[in-house]
């Protein structure tokens, strides 16, 4: 188990720096000019020089990039003069058009991305499992039909439509739930779930969804196998047999799914983040597309890409538990 795990490290180890030079040349080597973009249409050719002097991008290439490296680990200075800026490790740029370095922007916004995302993983994946299951189990009954017409309208629906619903019915038109707003679960946990629980219920519901569908469908393959039928056939009870064995087979499918989802999600939900005003990675990605603030970007792409390799091998690792045949892959 430990070579396996160490493998997958490796590999995902590798993948973040190709990601990284990927991403850094994207966005400071293809451009002919990253300054005067950053900089704007009205700015000068000083200004244009004086952008180049304090993000450091009027040196060679290969040295910017292991500037850049080199910030990520140790740290450190943009700029000279009146205009020295430290930026300490992890340091992934500084944003001039914010005064202030990137990681400082991205502490303070990611609590409000993982809060959202995390509690809207915990609601569509035990609707949405759950829902599968009972579907499955029942097949052809009034209550798998109702399943798969919830599904299709989870499926057919848009976050900001069913978002903008929400908002209005349970905001606007009853006062049943506050504004959403975001207060930092160590201050106050119920405001902190009452201010994301709109949020929260747009992503439970939409993306269940899927993993209703995907639960039924596996869940129904899995009872049609070989090792079911002779589960029964020993004489175990249907709730052994569905829990025991035809669970664990039907959920691996799911797990990857999950992983890549909450992975991907954690980059920033700024259609979510955008409806309800809440001010994320998602947002703050947005609002740095907006100003050409490519520092920013730049970060919250590489921070993405983190958070989809890291969810990758929690995957990994999950399925060795689920499947110890994984193990010799």
Known sequence: MLRFVVRRLLVAAVTLAVISLVTFGLFFAVPSSPAKVMCGKNCTAADIAQVERRLGIDQPL??????FVKGVFVGRTYGEGDFRQDCPAPC???SFRNNQPVTTIIVQRAPVTFSIVLGGAVLWLTLGVSLGMVSALRRGTALDRAAIGVTLAGASM???FFGLILLYLLVYAT???PFPSYTPLTENPVRWAVGLLLPWMTLGFLNSALYARLARAQMLETLSEDFVRTARAKGLSARQVHTRHALRAAV???VTIAGLDIGTSLGGTFITETIFGLQGLGKATVEAVQFLNLPVVMATVLLAAVFIVVANIVVDVLYAVIDPRVRLS
């Open 158 to 160: 848009q976050v900001y």
């Open 92 to 94: 992934l740029g500084y």
């Open 252 to 254: 691996t499918p799911i």
């Open 175 to 177: 006062g049943l739930l």
């Open 62 to 67: 290969p040295r910017q990039y292991t500037e």
